[in-house]
Nanobody, 115 residues
């Protein structure tokens, strides 16, 4: 089992920044990739950004140039730096970890961007 704990969410004004953290623990050996997803009220969960073991990254078009995903392997932690936040970024943000064939999810952290 892999446990994921997110932190760093909160309320911020439009144009502001937040940094989310996701700490992984448990059976973390063999994790292939980690990422961030988000789910706004009444909408499906969507990909925000992912990062592989080889540090390859992938971003949703809506966040490219504003968000940056990174990882600290020594701390088993993945970060999501979010800049130039918009009200439409408001959602619960979930961390996930993939160790084929299983996907693990954190409990989520709320990000609210006021206009």
């Amino acid at each position: 089992q892999v446990q994921l704990v997110e932190s760093g969410g909160g309320l911020v004004q439009a144009g502001g920044s937040l940094r989310l953290s996701c700490a992984a623990s448990g059976s973390i050996f063999g994790i292939n990739a980690m990422g961030w997803y988000r789910q706004a009220p009444g909408k499906q969960r969507e990909l925000v950004a992912t990062i592989t073991n080889g540090a390859s990254t992938n971003y949703a078009y809506s966040v490219k140039g504003r968000f940056t995903i990174s990882r600290d392997n020594a701390k088993n932690t993945v970060y999501l730096q979010m800049n130039s936040l918009k009200p439409e970024d408001t959602a619960v943000y979930y961390c996930n970890a993939v160790r084929f064939p299983t996907t693990y999810w954190g409990q989520g952290t709320q990000v609210t961007v006021s206009s």
